[in-house]
């Protein structure tokens, strides 16, 4: 920092950098030093599926690991035996992205659930946990017949017009 008076004062948490601004003589940077530190965002992440699909369903979260060198620091991710859960991408060096598929093909109704934990090698805040939700719904179909219906009444009448339909549910029952 300067030997002058400093008119504003400065700091960027990208680059670690603390920058004094003084009257006349310029712009000074003193690089400071951060500890290494892991954010992992979301830490939670749900979704559903049908019953008897057979539909994959992608997901993934966001890694930093910041700091004062936190660009070059590895990181890696392992999960529960979730036999529904397919990883992808589970190791990565600074910034990058956790991705994994859910698998609910054979899976009966109901909810499930995976822990998956992030770790980066001495950061601040490491490891993180993420807890990964499937929730099975049961597959419901519904039918109406006929699917339109019209009538016509004359002005002035009193006499109510009365229509049916025929409805169906079909599916899985929990």
Known sequence: ?????VFDLAYNAETGTMVAA???RGM???QMATPIFLEVTPISRADTARDNSADPIPDSARVVVGGTGGSVVPWSATHGAAPWSTHTNFTGVGIGSLNWTRNPSGLPVGTYVDTLTVTAA???GSPV????TLVVLPFI???VAPTSR???VLEGSSTPSLDS???ELTGTDP
């Open 1 to 5: 920092i300067p030997n002058v008076a």
């Open 22 to 24: 003084t009257h006349g």
């Open 165 to 167: 339909a025929s409805v």
């Open 129 to 132: 946990q993420i807890v990964d």
């Open 141 to 143: 179909n519904l039918a």
């Open 150 to 152: 019209s009538d016509s």
């Open 122 to 124: 001495g950061a601040v």
């Open 28 to 30: 000074f940077g003193l």
